[in-house]
């Protein structure tokens, strides 16, 4: 699983990436994951063409929330969090394009759902990437805006 862009193992049920290859898609259902959430959109640079009829073949389940990397949303926040907590005990993966929309929305939901300490939380791919101000606005979103969205 480390050779997968940007991994991060966030617990034993949730881990995050960027972009798998078909192979490595492969890799993650081999290491019993039963559900993949994408966040990325359909069009991005390295997306790949039916990455949903790869996943569901694998005998996953498929969630696509495609966020805009240019234009995040509290809406986009509150359909991923309620997701993700429906998906209750499953083992879930979460990637985007670079793990950066993803690494977003896991420190939401470590912050508001988990309730995580701060000093707990992996935000090492904050270090790669500088989130512009609208990325630091969805980051630093009250749970009041998510629940309202």
Not at 121 to 137: M, T
Request: hydrophobic share 45%; with cysteine.
């Amino acid at each position: 699983m480390e050779e997968i862009l940007n991994y991060i193992k966030i617990n034993e049920l949730i881990s995050t990436s960027g972009q798998p290859s078909v192979e490595q898609f492969e890799d993650i259902a081999k290491n019993e994951f039963d559900v993949v959430i994408n966040l990325a959109l359909h069009n991005a640079s390295n997306a790949i063409e039916n990455e949903d009829k790869i996943v569901t073949s694998l005998k996953m389940a498929y969630f696509h929330i495609p966020v805009d990397f240019d234009n995040p949303k509290a809406s986009d926040v509150k359909l991923f969090l309620n997701t993700l907590q429906a998906l209750g005990s499953n083992k879930v993966w979460v990637h985007c394009a670079l793990n950066y929309r993803v690494s977003a929305f896991m420190y939401i939901y470590h912050k508001y759902i988990l309730e995580t300490p701060f000093d707990d939380i992996n935000i090492s791919l904050f270090e790669e990437w500088s989130p512009d101000l609208k990325w630091q606005e969805i980051i630093k979103i009250s749970f009041d805006e998510i629940k309202n969205a």
